[in-house]
């Protein structure tokens, strides 16, 4: 006849390993949650966005994430110093993490590269910059030029 500690024990196991994995996705949800995100769909090789949707984004931050369908990687939309918009990917170029907005800089959360709101490389590992995307404001919209 069996015991039932092992199963028992197994059980005990199993639960607090669920726990912890469901501690783990809030705090990656509440992390990722403090980067105001937009969903939007590329027409045309484009994405074109709303001036007033997008400042309302912004709030008083400097940086919001925007997914577009069935592109390979999302794009941060940041205001520089001097107030002018750009576009810049996530992908961190050393080992394809995804970077987050630090201030007024870039930061991968892998291995600590760290680029500027234009892309650039300010400390590596990652030795070539993120990816830019053009972006232009036509009256009262926003269009990225998608590859």
């Not at 080992?95 to 930061?107: M, S």
């Amino acid at each position: 006849m069996r015991s039932s500690a092992p199963a028992s024990g197994a059980r005990r196991h199993f639960l607090r390993a669920a726990a912890g994995c469901s501690l783990t996705s809030l705090w990656t949800i509440s992390a990722c949650a403090s980067v105001p995100t937009l969903h939007a769909a590329a027409q045309s090789g484009r994405v074109r966005l709303a001036r007033q949707e997008l400042d309302a984004t912004f709030g008083d931050g400097h940086a919001l994430l925007l997914q577009v369908d069935n592109l390979p990687e999302d794009i941060h939309v940041v205001r520089d110093a001097g107030g002018d918009l750009l576009a810049v990917g996530t992908t961190c170029t050393h080992l394809g993490c995804q970077v987050r907005p630090a201030n007024r800089f870039f930061r991968c959360p892998c291995h600590g590269s760290t680029f500027t709101f234009a892309g650039d490389v300010v400390r590596g590992p990652a030795t070539k910059p993120l990816s830019r995307y053009a972006l232009n404001v036509i009256n009262d919209y926003i269009e990225i030029e998608l590859p």
